[in-house]
């Protein structure tokens, strides 16, 4: 268990807490006057967060501001200028699927911030005039005297002036059970009373509470996707090469003279075939069809950017309680004084403990006396409820010989006084709680005369796959490190049941330059504590992937690149989370981080293809000026390689992949040198095929740019099939539907160029001729490609 000391609250909050109890403070007694409490409210505002909702239509335009919308819509406005209206309305359309795409993928963060203002209390009791009353938690002040109740929710920060209280903190410091707070301690907006009363006063209100501090933290946490910085990072590179294509076709173009008419298209079909347009559409489809599969098993998905991320993480933070643990105390073991069983321990523990109540501790107890019953238990007289001021609880008896006994259970000190010395059980005692157990004593006998029966040391147990979710993780090159509010003695004993060996971090401020491999634990962490972990973690180059349950992590799970809420987590926690376990254990970790490779694979491959495309496409779009004197592809017929290409490529969403034995990463350097690689072949095709067409055949320009078109779908299809896997293609057959857009693709352009339609009509012999070519040029490639992709470092 936690020291108290985890749960003061801060310096400022000390100062301010202490100057409202000291004398002289306004009517310590009484409560404030209800005209000091407005002027209060009036100074500080509600005790509650601010909306920060972001207008729909605000967000739905949003989508329209991007690199990749910026290109489409400057296409557009070109094809407008030329009063090419069909065209301007093809590229309008594949402008609105992409941004519909997007804003139904959209981020959780307001969710998680309702999630939070949910959790508050909407009423509390409070002294105004020197009279209790209900009123709504938002109109609490600081210096207000306030009533804690059973099963009520703390509706601020407080200090506590008098009684005593069980709190359950959980889902705010992370502690595993619940905590004793009496007068003089600090609790948070947000704790669950679970049994006592006390009156407290109020220190700090709204987003100046710790739960307050929590929600600003989500509010603020954001991280770029891998997925979104892949983007920029393409367009950005095919944009420096393009634009100096561009210019160089637009130097030569003024240089030789040509009319603006011809130099406008020119420029725009080149920057149509410098979008990579189903870029963005194939990360989101691709991502939505590894949604449906996690779906299948129990993983849901809040945004898809998380199912990607998840095959890219490499170091797992994980919370404690609730996640490695079930959060649920249950009986570790019993040390056994004077002679007595561990039946009969267990049993006298059960007489001196409440039934029904919400007493996590008396629950264990029961529950394990149930599974070891005692055939000698007394028979019960009468109950002695917990008592804070004492720390025990007691039961009145008689044995089976008809005697009056007693059975005192609670706090080792207080129970050990009570009964004759025994240095073994102080031992004992001493030596279970270093290791982080909770310990209770038991004490049996004639009311005179008592006698230590046993140690009941109780623990939040892991749960019983946690041990090999972390050796799987393991093999998976995943480093997982456990962070949690609870004390460093418990989070090792957890740890070392788990798997989890290594030290564990000093206590203090988080370091800045801390690394995952430096600790395997982080103990006593707060909120904010796990927020700076992650960004920390972040800032030394490592994806991260936060697994947590509670209030406390949700700016964590928000902040790392994936968050993971598991089952019984909170909705707090769920709607900050990307990825949320519908199942209980810990087995949809592994599933999302193995999906997330497979979907990882799919989209590197239609990366390759499009980057190899439109490299390809421009220098092949700069040597045909050279060789024709003209553009030997028009906007429109870019237009139609862009919608059977790009979009019906989308297939590759689909496609079967060898998912990754390590974590993902977008080298978006490697990744355009192997694009490069292949259209610098690719381009090599296109140009042998002009060559052809204008030297061998001799077609007039309006056939040759028909047969070019043929040649840029065709190699296509090649570039597909042999970028589609990393190994040779008979190792790795693709799925129906992507054989089937190709057989789409190219029966769509054959039937355009044969029938002649917004284009020049070819033979079937020749499109035949050109069918050939591709076919060797795939073998050319897939020849070639392993050693490239081994020589990138590309797997």
């Not at 339609?757 to 069918?771: F, G, H, K, R």
């Amino acid at each position: 268990m936690a020291s108290s000391d985890t749960l003061d609250a801060s310096p400022a909050v000390e100062k301010e807490s202490a100057a409202i109890c000291s004398p002289g403070a306004d009517e310590t007694d009484t409560g404030l006057s209800s005209t000091n409490a407005a002027a209060v409210l009036n100074h500080d505002g509600p005790n509650a967060m601010p909306d920060t909702s972001v207008h729909l239509l605000r967000n739905a335009l949003s989508k329209f501001w991007a690199p990749v919308p910026w290109l489409l819509e400057a296409s557009m406005v070109l094809q407008l200028v030329l009063h090419k209206y069909v065209e301007a309305g093809i590229i309008g359309a594949l402008l609105v699927f992409n941004a519909v795409l997007a804003f139904v993928q959209e981020g959780r963060a307001q969710a998680t911030l309702n999630a939070l203002k949910s959790r508050l209390a909407l009423n509390a009791s409070v002294q105004r005039d020197g009279v209790w009353k209900l009123i709504p938690a938002t109109q609490l002040v600081v210096g207000d005297r306030v009533k804690l109740s059973l099963g009520g929710v703390v509706a601020a920060d407080v200090y506590i002036l008098d009684g005593s209280v069980l709190l359950d903190q959980s889902m705010l410091t992370g502690e595993s059970l619940p905590v004793e707070a009496g007068a003089g301690a600090n609790t948070f907006s947000g704790a669950l009373v679970k049994r006592g009363e006390a009156t407290a006063r109020v220190t700090a209100t709204g987003t100046r509470t710790k739960f307050g501090q929590t929600a600003e933290l989500v509010r603020t946490a954001h991280v770029v996707s891998s997925q979104q910085k892949a983007v920029l990072k393409i367009v950005r590179n095919l944009a420096y090469f393009n634009g100096a294509v561009i210019l160089l076709m637009g130097a030569y173009a003024l240089a030789h003279s040509m009319p603006w008419s011809e130099i406008i298209p020119l420029f725009l079909t080149a920057v149509l075939a410098a979008i990579p347009v189903g870029l963005p559409a194939t990360f989101t489809l691709s991502s939505a069809i590894g949604a449906r599969d996690l779906a299948k098993l129990g993983v849901l998905p809040t945004r898809l950017s998380a199912v990607d991320e998840a095959g890219t993480i490499d170091v797992l933070c994980v919370d404690k309680t609730g996640t490695l643990t079930a959060n649920q105390l249950s009986v570790t073991s019993v040390f056994l004084l004077n002679g007595f069983r561990e039946e009969q321990v267990l049993g006298l523990a059960a007489l001196a403990s409440s039934v029904g109540g919400q007493d996590s501790v008396d629950a264990a107890i029961r529950a394990a006396s149930d599974k070891k019953p005692a055939s000698d238990d007394p028979r019960l007289v009468s109950f002695t409820p917990f008592d804070p001021a004492r720390k025990t609880s007691g039961a009145r008896a008689t044995d089976a010989h008809g005697k009056a006994v007693q059975i005192v259970k609670g706090a080792f000190g207080t129970v050990a006084a009570l009964a004759a010395p025994d240095t073994e059980a102080a031992a004992a005692a001493d030596g279970l709680e270093k290791k982080g157990f909770r310990v209770l004593a038991v004490a049996f006998g004639p009311p005179d005369a008592l006698r230590l029966a046993g140690l009941v040391a109780l623990s939040d147990p892991p749960r019983e796959d946690s041990a090999s979710l972390i050796s799987e993780l393991k093999t998976l090159g995943v480093r997982t490190v456990m962070v949690t509010g609870d004390a460093p003695e418990t989070a090792a004993i957890v740890a070392g049941e788990v798997g989890l060996h290594g030290p564990t971090c000093p206590a203090g401020p988080i370091p800045g330059s801390v690394k995952p491999e430096d600790y395997s634990i982080f103990a006593s962490i707060l909120p904010e504590g796990k927020f700076e972990l992650v960004q920390a973690f972040q800032k030394a180059g490592r994806t991260v992937g936060m697994c947590g349950d509670g209030a406390n992590d949700a700016p964590a799970l928000r902040q790392a690149q994936i968050g993971i809420a598991v089952s019984t987590a909170t909705d707090v926690a769920k709607s900050a989370a990307g990825v949320v376990l519908t199942e209980a254990g810990l087995s949809g970790i592994v599933a999302s981080i193995k999906t997330g490779r497979v979907i990882f694979q799919r989209i590197l491959s239609y990366t390759l293809r499009s980057t190899t495309k439109k490299i390809a496409q421009l220098l092949f779009l700069a040597i045909g000026l050279l060789m024709t004197g003209q553009a030997v592809i028009t906007p429109l017929l870019m237009v139609i390689v862009m919608i059977t290409g790009d979009f019906l490529s989308m297939a590759f969403a689909t496609d079967r992949v060898r998912p990754s034995g390590t974590p993902n990463s977008w080298d978006i350097g490697k990744i355009t040198a192997a694009g490069a690689l292949f259209g610098l072949g690719f381009f090599a095709f296109c140009v042998a095929t002009l060559a052809v067409g204008k030297y061998r055949m001799h077609l007039d320009i309006h056939h040759l740019r028909t047969f070019c078109v043929i040649a840029i779908v065709y190699g296509s299809q090649a570039i597909t099939y042999a970028v589609r896997d990393r190994q040779h293609v008979w190792g790795l057959l693709p799925t129906k539907w992507l054989v089937m857009s190709s057989a789409a693709d190219m029966l769509f352009i054959s039937v355009l160029a044969n029938r002649g339609i917004e284009m020049s009509s070819l033979s079937l012999s020749v499109l035949a001729s050109e069918l050939l070519a591709a076919t060797l040029f795939f073998f050319v490639l897939n020849f070639l490609k392993v050693p490239i992709f081994r020589r990138l470092s590309i797997t």
